[in-house]
């Protein structure tokens, strides 16, 4: 797996995580109107690619095989 893949995986996981989130908190949400409902998805997305986005940068060089394992079975991620 290379660092690229791992932080593809990486990014997925954040991503479902959130979708996972706004949907649990759906209840709350539903009062909400279209575009503050967008505003909210807008807003935990870019939550999400800042959270995302230092690891990213750091998988995107070279890593030893180890480092990228360890990253993979830190964050749970599923191997592609």
Same mark, same amino acid.
Not at 6 to 28: H, M
């Given at each position: 797996m290379s660092g690229g893949? #791992? !932080?593809? @995986? %990486? *990014?997925? *996981?954040? $991503?479902?995580? +959130?979708? @996972?989130? #706004?949907? +649990?908190? $759906? =209840? =709350? %949400? *539903? !009062?909400l109107s279209d575009d503050d409902r967008r505003v909210v998805e807008a807003i935990t997305a870019e939550v999400v690619q800042a959270i995302a986005g230092v690891p990213v940068r750091a998988l995107a060089d070279e890593l030893p095989e180890p480092a990228l394992d360890a990253v993979v079975r830190l964050f749970a991620l599923e191997r592609v």
């Open positions: 893949m #791992v !932080g593809q @995986a %990486l *990014r997925d *996981r954040f $991503e479902s995580i +959130r979708q @996972a989130e #706004v949907e +649990r908190l $759906e =209840k =709350k %949400l *539903r !009062g």
